[in-house]
C-alpha cells in the first residue's frame, strides 16, 4: 500500500453520489439472482456477473441497472440491500452519505410505499447504531420513466417524508429526457424544503447543466462534467458555488469519457468550480470511493493534504447539519494531523 493509498483508507469521508441499488455488492446481486433464477438475465456467478457488468455506453448501462432493479421485490430486499452497503461505505471510513434512492423502481414492482421507506429507515437507524455512519436520501426520478413517475416520487417524497429525505434527484438517461419538463415537480419538492439534485451534464452537453439551474434550481449537479465545454457555464458554477459530483471511473465505464487521462476533473478544479469525488455505482463500475479518491489524487495531483480538502469539501457540500458537518471536518483536520 502507498502512503497515499492508506491515507485516503483511514480518512473518514462522505459520500454524496451514490446509487442504492447500483451498490449492491456482487455476493447480494448473486443471492438475489439465485433466488429468482429463471426469471431474470442477471448471472448468479462472480466472473460472469464482471462481464455483465461491462457496458457498451450509457444506454447498455441503464438497461442492466434496471436487470439489477428488477431482482428486489420485497422490503426485506431493500432492508438487506440497504443495511450491506451501510457496512461497505463504514469500511471505507464513510461517515456520512447521500444515498440516491428510486422509490419509483420499487413501488412499481409491487412494493408498498411506507413499506419501501420503513425498510430505508430501519436500515438508517442500523446503520447509525451498528457503523456509527449517518445515511440520508436522495429520492430520484427515473427519467427514462418520464413524468408519471415524477409525479409518483413527488407524491411519495411529500406523503412518506422519511426523516432521512434531503434532496430530490433526476437520474437516468438524458438524451430525449430534457430536464425543463420536471420543473413543476421540483418546483413542489423545494416548497417542501427538499434539495435539488438532478443529474445533468454526464452524458449531454452544457446546456443540460444551464436548464437544471435555470429551470430545476439545481443547488448540486450530478456528474456535470460537460461543463468543462463551457467556460461561461464554469465561471458561473464558481460564483454561485453550485458544486458538481464527479465520478471519475462511472465516466470511463459508461464510455461518457474515453480514457481518464482525458477526464475534465482538472479543468473544472482550475477553473474554480467546486468539486466532490463519489463512485455512483461501485460495484458495477468495479470501484469503490477509496479508488476515486485515489483516482482523483492521480489526476489533480494531489497529496494527503490535497486529499484531506477533497474529504473536507464533500462535506461542505452536503445537506448534513451544521452539527454534523463541523464533527466530521473536526475529525478529518484531527485524522490529517495525527497522520503518519
Ligand atoms: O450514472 C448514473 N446516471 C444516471 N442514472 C443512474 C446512474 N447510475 C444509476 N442510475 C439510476 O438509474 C436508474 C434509472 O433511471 C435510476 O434509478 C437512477 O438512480
Known amino acids: 500500500m502507498t502512503d497515499l493509498t492508506s491515507f485516503i483508507a483511514g480518512l473518514p469521508k462522505a ?4 446509487h442504492h441499488v447500483g451498490s449492491a455488492s456482487p455476493r447480494i446481486v448473486a443471492e438475489l439472482a439465485a433466488r429468482h433464477e429463471g426469471s431474470s438475465p442477471v448471472p448468479t456467478d462472480p466472473a460472469a456477473l464482471e462481464k455483465y457488468f461491462e457496458f457498451h455506453d450509457f444506454a447498455h448501462f441503464i438497461e442492466v441497472y434496471l436487470s439489477v432493479v428488477d431482482l428486489i ?30 422509490p419509483y423502481s420499487s413501488v412499481r414492482r409491487g412494493i408498498p410505499a411506507p413499506a419501501f421507506c420503513e425498510a430505508i429507515e430501519d436500515a438508517r437507524a442500523g446503520a447509525r447504531r451498528d457503523f456509527g455512519l449517518e445515511l440520508a436520501w436522495c429520492f430520484d426520478i427515473p427519467g427514462e420513466a418520464g413524468l408519471p413517475s415524477a409525479e409518483e416520487t413527488l407524491r411519495i417524497a411529500l406523503e412518506q417524508r422519511p426523516d432521512g429525505l434531503v434532496s430530490f434527484g433526476l437520474g437516468g438517461p438524458e438524451i430525449g429526457v430534457p430536464r425543463p419538463q420536471f420543473k413543476p415537480y421540483f418546483d413542489k ?80 478544479v482550475a477553473a474554480g468550480v467546486p468539486i466532490s469525488v463519489n463512485s455512483d455505482d461501485p460495484p458495477m463500475f468495479g470501484t469503490t470511493l477509496e479508488q476515486e479518491y485515489a483516482v482523483a489524487a492521480g489526476l489533480l495531483g494531489l497529496d494527503t493534504a490535497g486529499v484531506a480538502e477533497l ?10 447539519s451544521d452539527a454534523g458537518k463541523a464533527e466530521l471536518l473536526a475529525e478529518i483536520d484531527a485524522y490529517h494531523e495525527n497522520y503518519g
Open 15 to 18: 459520500e454524496l453520489h451514490v
Open 73 to 102: 421485490r420485497d422490503a426485506e430486499d431493500i432492508r438487506l440491500l440497504t443495511y450491506e452497503i451501510a457496512r461497505e461505505l463504514s469500511r471505507q471510513q464513510v461517515r456520512y452519505a447521500e444515498l440516491t434512492v428510486t
Open 189 to 268: 419538492a423545494r416548497a417542501a424544503g427538499l434539495h435539488s439534485v438532478p443529474h445533468a451534464g454526464e452524458t449531454t452537453g452544457p446546456e443540460t447543466i444551464w436548464d437544471a439551474i435555470r429551470e430545476l434550481g439545481a443547488e448540486r449537479i450530478g456528474h456535470g462534467i460537460a461543463a468543462a465545454q463551457d467556460e461561461r457555464l464554469m465561471a458561473y458554477l464558481a460564483e454561485h458555488q453550485i458544486p458538481l459530483e464527479v465520478c471519475p471511473t462511472s465516466n470511463l465505464r459508461t464510455r461518457a469519457v474515453a480514457d481518464l487521462a482525458e477526464h475534465p476533473i482538472g479543468r473544472l
Open 311 to 320: 474529504a473536507r469539501d464533500a462535506v461542505r457540500h452536503s445537506f448534513r
